[in-house]
């Protein structure tokens, strides 16, 4: 095995970090997109309160994913060549986890608010609320449980 420098190890992080992100940065921006672009239906301007709600919550937790999962792309750009990259590779990390937990969020929030519209609002919790924690055991919990055995 080939030893590596400290330098190319922070590389190779950060640039497997990078790859990691394009993956998740691809489906948030369709989500976003979508829920941007159910405002202008005529569903959606009948539905009540509890969906509008909903949705907003929602918008706002898919943008809040769209910040987190692309900000180390830009902290990567803007610190390119300053000798920040142990530093970008340390936050991305963070931003990188914070952006999939407020991705789930939205997903979330996506099912229950479809759900609602085409069920109603048992059936629409009862299929959030298992979407909610499939994606809290499958990106958080089991990699933990791996992480700490």
Known sequence: MIEESEQQRLARNL??????LRVAQNGVQVL???LLALTF????ARADSFVHLVHMTTVL???GAVGFLIA???WHRLLFRHGKRELIIRLASRFAVTGLALLAGSMTGTVLMIGYVVFGGLVGGLLSGAVGLFFLLLWFVIPLLVRIS
Do not use: D, K, N, V
């Open 15 to 20: 640039s497997e970090l990078l790859q990691e």
């Open 72 to 74: 180390p792309a830009a």
């Open 41 to 44: 239906t005529e569903l959606y």
């Open 32 to 34: 976003f997109g979508f």
């Open 61 to 63: 937790l898919s943008g």
